[in-house]
């Protein structure tokens, strides 16, 4: 027989409490507990976060000095304990203001390119680093560079020392040193304009603009700093010539009996001077090579010069230069003609003046002194020359001018006139008188028909009965 087991609690009071508490006061208590627990956990977690954080160390170097234009370049270093700490962002500030942020690499380093537009000056350059959960925040000494100005050179082709040359955006004119350079130094990054601000003409030098080294003719030119800090501008230079015009015999000839001057220089390009002067010549002329402008001086050829409507210079023969202001002397194909009026058949002088004609056909009097001479100064040519007073009859003298020389201009005066006409009388006279030699005979008899004399004797022949034939020889 089975027995059953008594099922009966033992301490039926504490079992019914405590069920009467678990249904009414049990999740208020258990609430209670776990708030006490997150407070006193939570403080300590972060404590534990607190001392497990290292420190970190930030440095950041740059160069002491940049050109103007050119990048400085910024590099940081965050370490802790002296190791690098990969892959955290830098902030880098120029002037007090965030200007970029870099990530550090595997070395702990990063490297940035401030801005190249920085005008001259000093600049300080900081880095922080905002930290991590991990790692503590830091921030770097302070480093300075400098910012230093360029130079820029302006140079003319040729070299001309002393003028003044450009104003850079509207100040002041800027003049060529003693190698004909202008240095300007610079302070701030962009586009600047050129303006030419040659000299003024005056009595001595003109200078004209060529090009600039890029091309331009115009005379303001643009330019950017710092891409551009050498200019080259090719520079004509013009001088005051006059000429001084002499004979071949040295003899001075005013230069307004010269109207035009023809010349030419090395290139065959031809000028017309017309004028006393001064005339202003080019000294130079700019040309580009490889290696940039070249000057080169002008050399000029007298060609033709106009003297009563002849050239009076052998073309090309004498030559000059327009380097400065100068005088040249010109010789001219001009010789002295010495014109003697004459008696054509006496050679004695003769007449008050000539008339001479040019060979463009152009006439001249000239006035003979008492010896009916004068001397006058006449380009090469051929001439004719007469005498163009006078009773008589002019004979006109053909004169082909090539040096100094002299011309008889002849006359047939009345007296030679006379002369011949009473020598032409007796020769006809005398040849009456020859072939009618009985017309003397009978002036040399008397009136009465006879002889006024013997006479000469008559020829005698021989007889003819005795007369031996010359064709026979004599016995031998």
Do not use: C
Not at 215 to 229: C, K, N, Y
Not at 310 to 337: D, E, K
């Amino acid at each position: 027989m089975t027995r059953r087991a008594d099922t009966r609690d033992p301490l039926p009071g504490a079992v019914g409490r405590s069920r009467r508490v678990g249904r009414g006061g049990g999740p208020a208590i258990l609430a209670l507990i776990a708030l006490i627990l997150v407070t006193f956990a939570i403080p300590t977690g972060e404590a534990q976060a607190a001392s497990l954080r290292r420190t970190t160390a930030l440095a950041v170097a740059v160069p002491a000095t940049v050109e103007l234009g050119a990048h400085a370049v910024v590099t940081v270093r965050l370490t802790s304990a002296r190791k690098p700490v990969v892959g955290k962002l830098i902030s880098v500030r120029l002037a007090g203001k965030i200007t970029q942020q870099l990530r550090t690499g595997l070395d702990g380093t990063a490297k940035a390119e401030i801005a190249r537009d920085l005008p001259a000056g000093r600049y300080t350059v900081t880095a922080t680093f905002a930290g991590t959960p991990a790692y503590w925040s830091s921030s770097s000494r302070p480093a300075v560079f400098t910012v230093t100005p360029v130079q820029l050179t302006i140079a003319t082709v040729p070299a001309t020392p002393g003028i003044p040359l450009v104003r850079i955006d509207g100040g002041a004119t800027l003049t060529t040193g003693p190698d004909g350079t202008v240095v300007v130094p610079m302070t701030k990054v962009g586009r600047v304009a050129l303006r030419l601000a040659l000299p003024a003409d005056d009595a001595t030098k003109r200078v004209r603009l060529v090009r600039w080294d890029d091309g331009s003719t115009d005379p303001v030119r643009t330019i950017r700093i710092p891409d551009t800090l050498n200019v080259v501008v090719g520079l004509q230079l013009l001088n005051p010539v006059q000429f001084e015009f002499a004979s071949s015999d040295g003899a001075p000839i005013a230069a307004a009996e010269v109207p035009i001057v023809h010349i030419s220089d090395d290139a065959g390009n031809q000028e017309t001077l017309t004028g006393p002067g001064p005339h202003w010549l080019r000294s130079n002329t700019i040309s580009r090579l490889v290696t940039g402008f070249v000057s080169t001086g002008v050399e000029y050829r007298i060609s033709d010069v106009s003297l009563g409507g002849v050239n009076v210079v052998n073309h090309g023969q004498q030559r000059f230069t327009a380097s400065g202001p100068q005088t040249v002397r010109v010789g001219l194909l001009v010789f002295n003609l010495v014109v003697q009026g004459r008696d054509a058949l006496l050679k004695t002088p003769s007449g008050s003046h000539v008339t001479i004609t040019d060979p463009d056909g152009g006439q001249r009097a000239l006035e003979l002194d008492d010896a009916a001479s004068a001397t006058i100064l006449l380009p090469r040519g051929e001439y004719t020359i007469v005498i163009g007073e006078g009773l008589g009859i002019p004979i006109t003298t053909p004169v082909a001018l090539s040096r100094g020389q002299q011309a008889d201009v002849l006359i047939v005066s009345l007296l030679d006139i006379a002369l011949v006409v009473g020598v032409g009388l007796i020769l006809v006279l005398g040849l009456i008188l020859v072939g009618r030699p009985h017309v003397l005979r009978r002036r040399r008899r008397g009136p009465s028909g006879g002889s006024e004399g013997p006479g000469p004797p008559l020829p005698q022949w021989p007889d003819p009965a005795t007369a031996r034939d010359w064709r026979q020889r004599p016995p031998s």
